[in-house]
């Protein structure tokens, strides 16, 4: 294999960092942690999200996972409902305030990611969609065999 893997790993991770719950400039949005955020992003996916959904997203035990979702409750983002198919099931949902905060980060990534992509030839953007989406198809073949990620 001809790619750096540690340096790809590092790159990852900056870009992650960065796009994630921190903007380039450091700030968190309402105090939320990188866990928190994600949390509240695979909750919007779904009416009612099941807490095992969560904490397969989120890589968290089913006790870690409860802990975010407590701290989420409490600050207004999400709210607890029971299943309508199962009774015993406990879901989440996001509330208006946790919908309204999801629309603002995107609002605030998309403006990074085009301020940053500015600074880049035009032809290394195109290179980058391409090469993303491509590496995004190969960790969902990964996901479906059951490998990493």
Do not use: Y
């Not at 870690?64 to 406990?90: A, I, P, Q």
């Not at 035009?122 to 969609?129: A, H, I, K, N, S």
């Amino acid at each position: 294999m001809s790619v750096d893997v540690e340096a790809l790993c590092r790159s990852l991770q900056e870009v992650v960092w960065h796009f994630g719950t921190s903007r380039l400039d450091g700030k968190c949005l309402e105090d939320l942690s990188h866990v928190e955020c994600r949390c509240i992003r695979i909750v919007t996916r779904h009416e009612d999200c099941p807490m095992g959904e969560i904490a397969e997203g989120l890589g968290l035990s089913p006790s870690g996972t409860t802990r975010v979702v407590d701290r989420l409750e409490k600050k207004g983002f999400l709210v607890r409902v029971t299943s309508r198919e199962d009774g015993r099931v406990c879901c989440v949902r996001v509330t208006e305030k946790g919908m309204s905060i999801v629309g603002v980060l995107q609002e605030r990534v998309l403006e990074d990611l085009k301020r940053v992509l500015e600074r880049m030839p035009e032809p290394m953007g195109e290179v980058l969609q391409a090469s993303m989406k491509s590496f995004a198809l190969a960790i969902d073949m990964n996901k479906r065999e059951g490998c990493c990620l």
